[in-house]
């Protein structure tokens, strides 16, 4: 059974551009949530998906949007890119009812 | 709003000694407390979880961790520290509510040296 796993494992952007990041949640599992991990830095919650909605979501601007299709994998898009947003990025599935969060192996984004 | 505190950047221990790494949390209602640890350009790994029961519950690789409800503090501990333990340690916490989501320290640097 494969965990989660997300692409790709490394991306670098260009200020100003657009990114979308993929997860496939590990088998099971219907909810997914982003984190961004910044350098030194534990992660932070972005939103979780469930049911193909948003459930929750953090502290993170408008910039940050995301998607749920109807097998559970997730796509986190980020629009005009600014040098702060490089971070591992990181996706984590559960199944609902089910306590602890499945991570993958991340993103990492570097924007130049 | 819920919060995690590792009070310690770094911590060092000889190979075989007991190791302990510190957390202590904050959650409104029964808190979800959660140990993951992560290797260097990896994801998280799931060490041990504490939901309700037992205040001592025991995860993978020889780590236990011990919940303190009036300290609000949820330990990582193991006995003897090998050198392969050595990594980034994250204590993370979440509200009861299938809602809830998780809230990370900002972890804790464990060396152990030969």
């Known amino acids: 059974d494969a965990g989660v796993t997300q692409s790709p494992t490394h991306l670098i952007k260009t200020r100003g551009q657009q990114v979308t990041l993929r997860c496939s949640p590990k088998?099971?599992?219907?909810?997914v949530s982003w984190y961004q991990q910044a350098l030194g830095q534990g992660p932070q919650f972005i939103f979780q998906?469930?049911?193909?909605?948003?459930?929750q979501r953090g502290n993170f601007p408008d910039r940050f949007s995301g998607h749920q299709f109807p097998n559970y994998s997730s796509e986190l898009n980020v629009n005009a890119l600014l040098l702060g947003d490089s971070a591992l990025y990181l996706c984590?599935?559960?199944?609902?009812?089910?306590?602890?969060?499945?991570f993958g192996q991340g993103t990492r984004l570097t924007v130049v | 709003a819920q919060s995690v505190a590792q009070p310690e950047d770094q911590v060092n221990v000889a190979e075989g000694n007991p190791l302990t790494v510190k957390c202590t949390y904050s959650v409104s209602g029964n808190p979800y407390l959660f140990w993951y640890v992560q290797y260097p350009n990896r994801g998280l790994q799931f060490l041990l979880k504490y939901i309700t029961g037992d205040n001592l519950v025991k995860g993978s690789y020889g780590f236990e961790a011990e919940f303190n409800k009036s300290q609000t503090s949820f330990h990582l501990k193991k006995p003897s520290a090998l050198v392969s333990d050595s990594a980034l340690y994250f204590c993370?916490?979440?509200?009861?509510?299938?809602?809830?989501?998780?809230?990370f320290g900002k972890g804790t640097m464990l060396l152990v040296s030969p």
């Open positions: 984590a599935s559960r199944e609902t009812g089910n306590t602890e969060a499945f």
């Open positions: 998906y469930y049911e193909e909605e948003e459930r």
């Open positions: 088998s099971g599992h219907d909810t």
């Open positions: 993370a916490v979440r509200g009861a509510s299938g809602y809830s989501t998780l809230t």
